[in-house]
Every structure is written in structure tokens, then in C-alpha cells.
């Protein structure tokens, strides 16, 4: 019997409109049918693809991975200055986004991980995956930016990323329920104030400030 090969560009198209619908409606508010009927493919066409819908929505947040990755490099590659300004104003494009169109730039993996984080092993997986892989990108450029002196090099890089995402997935949700980017901005300062490198480690003081023994 003939398998009817599965074309990937539809596949790419069926898993973008589930990311978007997904961020604007979320997993339960987003049917089946409607995923269909704005891609335009037939049921059939879609078990092709995926076994069921939660193997799509697990699927999708790959999909979306891949996409937040390389946009993110892409913009930290484009911005001058040193890591830790780069990291920064990174942030600060991704505020500039969200505050453009919040449905379509929000960040599904926060949205996902406050309504489906727990709701099974397949999810808990792919989600907890996803952010310890944002978390190792983030750790390996502050582990860069310690090396080139514009991070601070006295706490690790692994916590300080991983206070960064924290705070960062927090803000998010702050951002949805007070339809304001300033917890956004409010981090990105923060951030930027928090990990720069400190101009006197030894004394934890300023030059000029040291304390008298």
C-alpha cells in the first residue's frame, strides 16, 4: 500500500497558525476544528501530521523554540555594544513588540506553562525542556559576558540566568493581567543594573568609597 507523502510546508503552516491561535486563545479555547478550517486542510490531512491534538500542541511549542531562537540570535548579533548591552536591548526590542501587538508576540511557552504546565507528563516534559534550554542559551552569554568583564563574575552564571528568567516569567504574567509592559522595563533596568560588573569586587564598593580598617 502507497503512504501518501507528507508535504512539510503544509506541516510548518498547520504548527504556525496553532502558535498563533494558541497564544491569542490558548490550548483549551483553541478547537480543533478551528485550527483546521484557518489552515484550510482537511482532518485527515492533519492526523497525518500529528497523532492527536496535545501531540500537536507539544509540537508546536518545539516549533516556537526554534523560531524564539533564532530571532533571538539574530538580534543580539545585530546590536552593538558589549553582551551585556546586547542582551538588554534585546529585551527591550521584545518589549517594543509586545506593546505593538501583544496576541501575536506574546510568549507562548509563559502562556502554556500557566494552563497546561501540569496537565501531563508529555507537556511537563516539553515544557520543562524548553526552559532549560532558554536557560543554558542565557547562561552560556552571561558566561561570555563574564569573560569580556561586562557581567559581573562573582555569582555564577547559571544562577544569574535563572534568576533572569524567573523574574522575566513573572513579568510576563504581570504584563497580561495589568495590560502594561512596565514590569517588562521594569526587569530589562534591573537586569542591566544588577549584572554589570562591580567596579570594586574585592570591597563590594565604589573606588573612592572603601571603608577605613
Known amino acids: 500500500m502507497n503512504i501518501p507523502k507528507r508535504n512539510e510546508h503544509n506541516r510548518e503552516k498547520i504548527l504556525q497558525t496553532g502558535m498563533e491561535l494558541f497564544n491569542r486563545k490558548g490550548y483549551h479555547g483553541t478547537g480543533l476544528k478551528e485550527i483546521l478550517d484557518t489552515c484550510q486542510v482537511p482532518k485527515g490531512s492533519f492526523y497525518n501530521y500529528f497523532e492527536s491534538k496535545e501531540q500537536f500542541a507539544v509540537e508546536v511549542l518545539e516549533y ?5 531562537d533564532e530571532k533571538w540570535g539574530q538580534r ?58 532558554v536557560i543554558n542559551c542565557i547562561e552560556e552569554h552571561f558566561k561570555e559576558g563574564q569573560l569580556q568583564g561586562c557581567f559581573r563574575d562573582d555569582l555564577p552564571a547559571r544562577a544569574m540566568a535563572q534568576l533572569f528568567w524567573d523574574s522575566w516569567q513573572g513579568a510576563l504574567l504581570r504584563t497580561k493581567v495589568e495590560a502594561s509592559t512596565t514590569p517588562l522595563r521594569e526587569v530589562a533596568d534591573t537586569i542591566y543594573k544588577l549584572y554589570a560588573p562591580l567596579e570594586n569586587p574585592a570591597t563590594n564598593t565604589k573606588d573612592g568609597d572603601k571603608n577605613e580598617i
Open 64 to 68: 516556537s523554540h526554534q523560531l524564539e
Open 76 to 133: 543580539t548579533s545585530s546590536i552593538e555594544g558589549n553582551l551585556l548591552e546586547q542582551f538588554c536591548l534585546a529585551l527591550n526590542l521584545f518589549i517594543a513588540d509586545y506593546e505593538q501587538d501583544p496576541d501575536a508576540t506574546g510568549c507562548l511557552l509563559t502562556n502554556m506553562m500557566g494552563e497546561i504546565g501540569n496537565a501531563s507528563d508529555s507537556f511537563r516534559e516539553i515544557i520543562s525542556l524548553s526552559c532549560n534550554r
